[in-house]
């Protein structure tokens, strides 16, 4: 396995940024970096975090994680646990944080361990307390056959794996020592800092301020999230007021189960801590105004982030008119109970401890079964109406979208397929893994159909949509047997709805197998007798464009360049016409493999960057591999070997996202290998082992960013 040192180390990752300053904790930060020190041996490989919630546990574990990041040349990579409600999928979560847009049916943990087999890297496993026997199945699966991989671990409980370095997490101290002359404690610094940003700062030398705040303080147990809570409401009060308020003791929730009950850091426990953070909460709602606990309440069935327009389409209703979320909504951020996503702007999210406490209230107000149905109906006319305008100009919108929306889909897909009604759940599982499968999601397409389809749902769009979707996923996966099978269920799908664009969309399936697997003349005549009907908008037209995509990948794999030339510029001329770029980018790739072949390289070149551009834009990893390829072997042809060597690299990590480098088709394979010896001809051993490794530490940005720069060849 050739050396993954990267050239510039602490660039990879998804750690995101900070949003509030770092406040104390010092010691346990210095205890965690010498813990996460890969140069200190065994210890430390798998460290856990553990604290009742509220505690602080994900600000310190990522400050942790952030000051050691140059120490991991493959990234410190973050897994947000807490969107995840169906065991079995931590995995999977694993997976889509390191981009591993895997096309293969091989085990998950398969492919994470061999793709981070002689890396070095860290990631963060946070909110496990849910998922406890899935977290410990995953780290130990990868610590075992990963040497280089630590884990860092932040749980309301441990992993009890051997050799797992647990940090117990106390509140922030309230005093500074046992002088009382001493300086205040972390917990007043941090309080202050918040009250200072909700517009009322202590002053240094307002000793009954600062005495009045350690007060506060002492009340809430130095509880960061309930300090933090508290501090926002002096927005709206005087700090004598919110102490005089937090004197009082306000009705907390009936004593029945609920998921706070996890906030424990011992099962079965509710300490004194516990029920701080859980009474401190209640005071928030409590200064809620009456609408204010409602749509708090309403937006704990969002999972993993909403935004305001999907907030009205969810949450308003009786009390709640759509012309008042939005005030509503700035109201509840400005008191800190909803937070400004860091990443994405105009989007917003919940803490785990907040949202489970609206969770509460929506049960006990007897709205959650409701509340959740209309959250399962907007993301199923959400992903209707993105797959029927995916063949447009809004392709690339409604991809970021999918992005951004995906625990979402995930939840509402989760909520169909358990609810009685199949036609409803597969028609939703057809539309959200059509987009699923455009946009990498390989994985999660491939279980949700597989679970809708496998109840046979009665015939429909729904049905056929699916069966492409799942056939349309075998293919990319190179599951080419598997294909074959989809294919025919599909034809036979669409012949007994009598859909015609449904019948040529089978057709991809089955071509598009038979190309793969080196029978391309068999592929061509199944694809050529397709009729070419007027493209659509939606999901079908996609198909349609996809199954001469396919006829033309056939022409070129048999070396008919000039048919398979002429097929594709048909495509990319009707990709632009709709506006889309999802198959325009392969028609680019196409055309500049027959380019390639005719000996005009500057056209080769300029047409494999125009193609990763458009993968890049789409997040299609195997897209954008395959054009890598192919602007190696341009890229040869000038001159500039040494560049070439670094394309092939870059190319061998994206193929690495993907599972099966060049989806296990036997005639992309040769071409890639014949490029590789070529290069290494012109190079020798020694020096083309030295490019291919720079290009293979190269992350997927970087590399997508040397492929399509020009500083030199063509």
């Known amino acids: 396995m050739p050396d993954t040192t990267h050239p510039n180390p602490g660039n990879l990752g998804n750690l995101p940024p900070e949003t509030h300053s770092f406040v104390g904790r010092r010691a346990e930060l210095a205890l965690l970096r010498a813990l996460l020190d890969p140069g200190g041996g065994p210890a430390g490989r798998l460290v856990s975090v553990v604290g009742v919630g509220g505690v602080g546990k994900t600000r310190l574990a990522l400050r942790a994680a952030a000051e050691v990041r140059e120490a991991y040349p493959d990234g410190v990579w973050l897994t947000e646990l807490s969107p995840l409600h169906t065991p079995g999928l931590v995995d999977l979560a694993v997976m889509e944080t390191l981009r591993l847009a895997d096309q293969s049916t091989r085990p998950v943990i398969d492919v994470i361990a061999e793709w981070a087999r002689g890396k070095r890297l860290l990631i963060v496993l946070d909110s496990c307390e849910h998922l406890l026997a899935d977290c410990a199945k995953v780290a130990a699966a990868l610590l075992s056959r990963a040497p280089g991989l630590r884990i860092l671990v932040t749980s309301r409980e441990r992993l009890a794996l051997p050799g797992e370095e647990v940090l117990h997490l106390e509140p922030l101290p309230v005093d500074g020592g046992a002088d009382a002359s001493a300086p205040a404690g972390d917990a007043v610094a941090l309080f202050a800092e918040r009250a200072a940003d909700a517009g009322r700062p202590l002053g240094d030398d307002d000793m009954a301020g600062r005495a009045i705040a350690a007060a506060v303080c002492r009340r809430l147990d130095g509880i960061p999230l309930a300090l933090e ?36 850091s011992e099962p079965g426990e509710r300490p004194p801590r516990h029920q701080t953070l859980r009474t401190a909460i209640g005071w928030s709602h409590e200064l809620c105004a009456p609408l204010e606990r409602l749509l708090w309440a309403r937006l704990s069935v969002f999972t993993g982030g909403f935004c305001a327009e999907t907030v009205q389409q969810v949450c308003a209703g009786g009390p709640l008119a759509p012309e008042r979320i939005a005030g509503l909504l700035a109201r509840l951020v400005a008191q800190s109970i909803v937070l400004p996503d860091p990443v994405i702007s105009a989007r917003y999210r919940m803490l785990d401890t907040v949202r489970e406490y609206g969770t509460d209230w929506l049960h006990a107000l007897g709205e959650e079964r409701a509340v959740r149905r209309r959250h399962r109906e907007h993301y199923a006319r959400l992903a209707h109406r993105g797959c029927a305008e995916w063949n447009t100009g809004r392709q690339v919108a409604w991809c970021e979208r999918v992005l951004s929306e995906h625990a979402n889909f995930r939840a509402a897909v989760e909520s169909a397929l358990a609810e009685p009604d199949r036609t ?3 028609e939703m599982a057809g539309h959200v893994g ?27 769009h729904g049905r056929t949509l699916a069966l492409w979707s799942r056939g349309a996923v075998a293919i990319l996966q190179g599951d080419q047997e598997a294909a074959a099978n989809w294919a025919i269920r599909c034809a036979d799908a669409a012949r007994d709805q009598g859909s015609p664009v449904a019948m040529v969309a089978a057709v991809y399936v089955r071509g598009g197998q038979l190309a793969l697997t080196g029978r391309q003349a068999e592929a061509i005549d199944v694809l050529a007798a397709a009729p070419q009907l007027p493209v659509q908008d939606d999901a079908f037209g996609a198909a349609q464009l996809q199954v001469r995509l396919a006829l033309s990948l056939a022409h070129v794999l048999r070396g008919e360049y000039e048919r398979g030339r002429e097929v594709a510029d048909e495509v990319r001329t009707a990709s632009r016409k709709q506006g889309e770029y999802w198959c325009g980018a392969f028609a680019d790739y196409l055309i500049a493999q027959a380019d390639l072949a005719h000996g005009d390289t500057p056209a080769a070149v300029g047409g494999a960057r125009t193609s990763i551009a458009g993968h890049a834009l789409l997040h299609n990893t195997v897209g954008a591999a395959m054009s890598l390829d192919l602007l190696a072997a341009a890229i040869v042809t000038t001159g500039d070997a040494h560049r070439a060597a670094r394309l092939l690299g870059i190319g061998t990590r994206l193929w690495e996202l993907t599972g099966r480098a060049q989806m296990d088709s036997p005639d992309l394979i040769a071409t890639r290998r014949t490029c590789e010896l070529r290069v290494r001809e012109r190079l020798g051993d020694d020096a083309y082992e030295t490019g291919y490794r720079e290009g293979l530490a190269m ?7 040397y492929a399509s720069s020009r500083s030199s060849g063509q």
């Open 229 to 264: 809570l508290a501090a926002a409401r002096l927005a709206d009060l005087t700090l004598d007021q919110l102490h005089a308020r937090l004197g009082e003791r306000l009705p907390s929730l009936p004593d029945v189960p609920s998921p706070l009950d996890l906030l424990s």
């Open 434 to 460: 059509f987009l699923w499968r455009h946009c990498g999601y390989l994985r999660e397409a491939q279980a949700c159909l597989d679970q809708a389809l496998a109840a046979d749902p009665p015939p429909g």
């Open 699 to 705: 992350s997927y940005d970087e590399g997508i960013a």
């Open 424 to 426: 409803a759940a597969v």
